[in-house]
């Protein structure tokens, strides 16, 4: 590596720090004591975004970000940028403690354009899915604990068999204590043993709610260090750039009413799963925890959590997109740039 690029890189690493550093949580259960989090309270849930559509789905996804998604019978939820400032995103109302997430998308076209999928919980452990616009055959896996950024091995690029931008393919983490799996159309493309993050310390582990938007990296007001992991500025006259989601599927391990951090650990073992009426604790102990108290209506589940809770889980979105997650993937697109 030459001197010219030796100066590149470490632009590019103050830049991408000046993102990490505005990434935040309005409530870090290993500072304080927080508010418990909203669980989904049966093991499963599906929806198909073709036929839901905005009212249907309502209980359980919150709109986190800037413009809004609509729906199609032919491409489901489409989330689309179409000036600058918009960055349409779902999260999940509810959270999910150890399991499975499986979403059915076509990623956005588009210099800068950055399509994601994240797990992420209150403490900041995250787990990604990144598709980068002018990139239609790679995807990005990565994942952070704690939002710790001191190592550089988190991030990986896959190779599909096809672009990302032309079909719908089925991208699933299967999340369980002692790993993770990243798969693309059933098959498996990365593994993570939960010793092989950092002996487990940056390995997520606390509940985690489904994030699912586009946003662009490559706005002319971003750091540098974004715009080049990005792909370069973004042309917002060439848009609109959207992505469709047609199908989302989640599978819980412990469905409850809440879930509660018992200590300021961060561990998944002190996690306290809790019925709706914030009775019968009982921590994790593997497999499936029955959730009483539980209601199902279609293909919509919910508990009988407060309102109070409710509105609490829906003010604990980070904005937008410049997430924790930009610093680990600067670094592996570095790598291969240089």
């Not at 210099?111 to 992420?120: K, N, P």
């Not at 306290?272 to 994790?284: A, F, I, N, P, Y």
């Amino acid at each position: 590596m030459g001197r010219t690029s030796l100066r590149s890189l470490g632009a590019l690493l103050v830049s991408a720090t000046l993102a990490v550093a505005q990434t935040y949580t309005s409530c870090d259960p290993t500072k304080k004591t927080c508010p418990p989090d909203p669980a989904l309270a049966l093991p499963s849930y599906a929806v198909d975004f073709r036929t839901a559509g905005p009212t249907g789905n309502a209980p359980n996804w919150a709109s986190i970000g800037t413009g809004a998604v609509t729906y199609s019978p032919l491409t489901g939820a489409a989330f689309t940028i179409a000036k600058k400032g918009d960055s349409p995103t779902l999260a999940t109302a509810w959270y999910f403690f150890f399991g499975r997430a499986e979403v059915h998308l076509r990623t956005a076209p588009g210099q800068g354009i950055v399509s994601c999928v994240v797990l992420e919980s209150d403490d900041l452990d995250e787990i990604d899915w990144e598709w980068i616009g002018g990139v239609p055959g790679q995807v990005q896996t990565n994942y952070f604990g704690k939002g710790n950024t001191t190592s550089w091995d988190r991030g990986t690029n896959v190779t599909l068999a096809s672009s990302s931008q032309s079909k719908s393919m089925n991208y699933t983490i299967d999340w369980r204590p002692e790993g993770i799996k990243w798969f693309v159309d059933g098959a498996q493309v990365r593994e993570l043993k939960y010793g092989d993050a950092l002996g487990g310390r940056n390995y997520p582990q606390t509940p985690v709610r489904l994030k699912i938007g586009i946003w662009a990296g490559g706005d002319s007001d971003n750091p540098n260090g974004t715009i080049a992991w990005a792909g370069g500025v973004t042309d917002y006259g060439k848009g609109p750039f959207t992505m469709y989601v047609e199908r989302v599927v989640v599978e819980n391990r412990n469905p409850a009413g809440r879930y509660r951090y018992g200590d300021l650990s961060g561990r998944w073992e002190s996690i306290v799963v809790e019925d709706g009426d914030g009775g019968s604790k009982r921590k994790w102990k593997g497999g499936f925890v029955a959730a009483r108290n539980a209601t199902k209506s279609g293909s919509h589940y919910s508990a009988t959590a407060s309102e109070e809770d409710s509105e609490d889980a829906s003010g604990k979105s980070l904005p937008g997109w410049d997430l924790g997650m930009i610093l680990g993937s600067v670094m592996v697109f570095m790598l291969v740039a240089f």
